[in-house]
């Protein structure tokens, strides 16, 4: 495995850190950032919803960016934009600068999170070998640590831009300077190339519709752990408030451990098993909140859902990546990662509202059945996930890491 290789490997995981910190950050400060500028109860869910919207605009203009641009640039120059952004959303003193700056996140994030996945499959098929799911866990590892910054904040009441400053000035040149080792995969050959898949003809939506379903069931489970976690444990299953914020940290720790070992189990077992695997089990994590008896229980069943729901999004990002490849080349695989990012934040506009008024209109425990059902529709998707960068059978040629294009500082 070449040089190039390992370092573009290592900046991209510092990439996905990153925004791991910054996102959260955004998001676990909600109240803190509503009472800064006044913003009402009313107003508050367009403000929320403006950012995934937005951010889905900036995922579908990436994939007519990167026909001219490697994605690497795109990453390059997004990622201070989001950090940027988020600096401002702490500083800003009127609601005009508020919208301003989460609509520059938005679209920001849209391109970030579209270009570090079309790195990270495209580097994966230059590896031969599974190691998606190591640069979520970055992601999750960085959730973490925003969290519990975040924590940090507001246990000692400090100001919103006291509290983002100091991360902004240690990610943003972090991230300049690792950007220089991003890595475009085999893009960067086959980009010079005019009979190969430069635009993604070959991607169509009927190819990618079960990989899009999954990716939106995904997040509607992952948003109903974010959003309603804490409150079904203090709501529903009598816990106290302090203990209702556990669910979640424990649901993102088994995450990044889930993660962590995950591209071990693609590589021994396959991505088909690995994925009916997790649905299944986010499926069991599901049933046991709705059926739960108390809070410990509970938080049993979060804790499956983090193990299960892991691997899901990792994956689809890796198997779009292949059967774009498979269809039209890598240009190809750069069009269908973005379009499937679009799905991302469709599961998360849906997943929230769902949940909630179907709590209202029926039950919070009967609600927890439905992204159980929508998960475990995945198991009779799993066939997508064949296709794979790391499973090179079927008459289709590992690619060798000699023939791996450079990287954007030109190695």
């Not at 006044?38 to 951010?55: E, H, Q, R, T, Y």
């Not at 071990?264 to 991505?271: I, P």
């Not at 709590?359 to 992204?371: F, Q």
């Amino acid at each position: 495995m070449t040089d190039v290789l390992r370092r573009g490997r290592a900046s991209l995981a510092f990439g996905f850190f990153a925004q791991g910190v910054a996102f959260a950050l955004l998001v676990t400060r909600i109240p803190a950032i509503q009472d800064r500028y006044g913003v009402s109860d009313a107003l508050l869910p367009a403000f929320l919803a403006a950012v995934p919207v937005l951010a889905g605009a900036g995922s579908v203009a990436t994939e007519r960016l990167v026909r001219r641009v490697r994605p690497s640039r795109v990453l390059r120059w997004s990622q201070p934009v989001v950090l940027l952004s988020l600096l401002g959303v702490g500083a800003g003193d009127r609601v005009a600068v508020l919208a301003v700056a989460l609509g520059v996140f938005g679209l920001a994030v849209g391109a970030l999170d579209a270009s570090m996945n079309m790195l990270g499959v495209s580097l994966q098929r230059a590896y031969g070998r599974s190691i998606m799911l190591g640069f979520h866990a970055a992601y999750s590892l960085g959730g973490i640590l925003g969290a519990s910054l975040a924590w940090a904040g507001a246990h000692w009441d400090l100001a919103l831009w006291v509290s983002y400053l100091p991360v902004v000035v240690v990610l943003l040149p972090a991230a300049l300077v690792g950007s220089r080792w991003y890595v475009d995969g085999d893009r960067g050959v086959v980009a010079e190339a005019p009979g190969k898949g430069g635009g993604g003809a070959g991607v169509g939506f009927r190819l990618l519709l079960p990989l899009c379903l999954v990716m939106t069931f995904a997040y509607i489970g992952d948003s109903t752990v974010s959003n309603w976690s804490a409150k079904y444990l203090q709501d529903v299953l009598g816990s106290s408030e302090q203990l209702a914020t556990v669910p979640y940290n424990v649901y993102m720790v088994t995450t990044l451990v889930g993660r962590a070992v995950g591209d071990f189990g693609v590589r021994r077992f396959g991505a088909v098993a690995v994925v009916r695997a997790g649905a299944v089990v986010a499926a069991v994590g599901f049933a046991v909140v709705a059926g739960a008896p108390g809070a410990w229980v509970g938080m049993l069943g979060f804790t499956l859902l983090g193990l299960g729901l892991c691997v899901l999004v990792p994956q689809t990002f890796a198997a779009a990546g292949r059967l774009a490849t498979d269809a039209g080349g890598p240009g190809a695989s750069d069009a269908a990662v973005a379009r499937l990012n679009v799905f991302n934040y469709v599961g998360f506009l849906i997943g929230s509202p769902l949940v909630g008024a179907l709590g209202d209109a029926w039950s919070y425990r009967g609600a927890m059945l439905v992204p159980m059902v929508l998960v475990l529709v995945t198991v009779f998707y799993a066939r997508s996930f064949d296709a794979q960068p790391d499973r090179y059978g079927g008459g289709h040629e590992r690619p060798r890491t000699a023939d791996v294009g450079r990287g954007s500082n030109g190695l």
